[in-house]
């Protein structure tokens, strides 16, 4: 009896133990890959901004005479221009120029906006709230439309609401986002008056119609994905064999198929926010709504360029920390990755 009992005991230790090993190298494993797709990250960083400054460079115009023609009332000579060119680093070779903005772009200084007359950093700080506001706000509205249409367009497949859904969807992903919020603008703006016309300022009344402009189109692109997802799952072998053992149809979708088919749906959704964050300029411009996107355009008119640069670095980084956070969170939600770790 003794001997059983120590053999049991040793079994007991010797699987704890290699659990824990396997947790250990899974983390190890993990935080390998997270360090290896960070690496990955900075060398996209370093990739864009290289060419997001080349293109600023061979773009037409002086940014020397565009600072100065902000100031009507002074006149300056070309040998102040070609001072200032050379305090600014302008009249060095283009790679020695990119190597200085660089260098001071990882210390965190990007330069100076001579269209708003502040830091680029302190601008973006700013400007970067209410494009937040704007992405969460318009996530928000396709979640709660998406989610329960694309669910049960998938439930009832080639029913009357399926056809409907399919075609709604169909006319919201082919329409183009300043046609709708030019629409939306004049029925809800000038015909009813229910809302402001003219945005500039961040607030719930400003917030509801460029949110709803980006919300429609993302909602319909995402209610075809769910769709699309829910009838995959639907047509899978265990959902054959649950009806077999007579599950109920409810307890199939909600406790079987639904876990299943998250997976994919929270990539799109991080890609859709992420889309939201970079993609928002066209809406922000038509509701003058103060965030990055209607910046970058400003500042691409008045030929900015250090604030150009900044924005593309800052939607780019933002754009791949949030997959990256999604690619994270995948292992947290399906077992079976963790299970390949091992």
Request: charged share 15%; with cysteine; hydrophobic share 50%.
């Amino acid at each position: 009896m003794p001997v059983y009992t120590n053999f049991m005991i040793s079994c007991i230790r010797g699987s704890w133990l290699q659990e824990i090993f396997f947790v250990r190298r899974w983390k190890a494993l993990k935080n390998k890959q997270i360090w290896g797709r960070i690496g990955q990250i900075v060398l996209v960083l370093l990739g864009i901004s290289f060419v997001t400054f080349a293109l600023v460079m061979l773009s037409p115009g002086d940014p020397v005479r565009q600072m100065i023609a902000g100031n009507e009332d002074i006149v300056v000579s070309q040998v102040e221009i070609d001072a200032l060119r050379h305090e600014l680093g302008l009249d060095k070779p283009f790679v020695f120029q990119y190597l200085d903005w660089l260098g001071r772009a990882v210390q965190g200084n990007f330069g100076f906006s001579y269209m708003v007359k502040k830091p680029v950093v302190e601008e973006l700080m700013q400007s970067l709230p209410a494009t937040l506001i704007l992405a969460l706000a318009s996530t928000f509205f396709m979640l709660i439309f998406s989610l329960p249409l694309g669910i049960y367009s998938a439930v009832k497949r080639n029913s009357i609401f399926d056809y409907a859904v399919r075609g709604l969807t169909f006319f919201g992903v082919s329409i183009p986002n300043f046609w709708m919020g030019l629409m939306l603008l004049w029925i809800f703006g000038l015909k009813l008056g229910w809302l402001p016309i003219v945005g500039g300022r961040v607030s719930l009344e400003t917030l509801i119609l460029p949110a709803t402009t980006l919300g429609i189109v993302v909602e319909a692109k995402y209610t075809r994905q769910v769709r699309t997802t829910v009838l995959e799952e639907l047509n899978q072998d265990y959902v054959v064999g649950a009806r077999a053992r007579g599950m109920s149809e409810s307890y199939i979708l909600w406790r079987e198929v639904l876990p299943n088919a998250m997976l994919p749906l929270i990539t799109l959704l991080g890609l859709s926010f992420g889309s939201l964050l970079g993609g928002a300029a066209v809406v922000e411009i038509v509701f003058s709504w103060p965030g990055l996107g209607y910046l970058a355009v400003q500042s691409i008119i008045y030929r900015d360029f250090q604030l150009v640069q900044g924005i593309v670095l800052w939607i780019a980084l933002m754009y791949m920390v949030i997959n990256l956070v999604v690619d994270i969170s995948y292992n947290r939600l399906d077992p079976r990755l963790r299970k390949e770790g091992r």
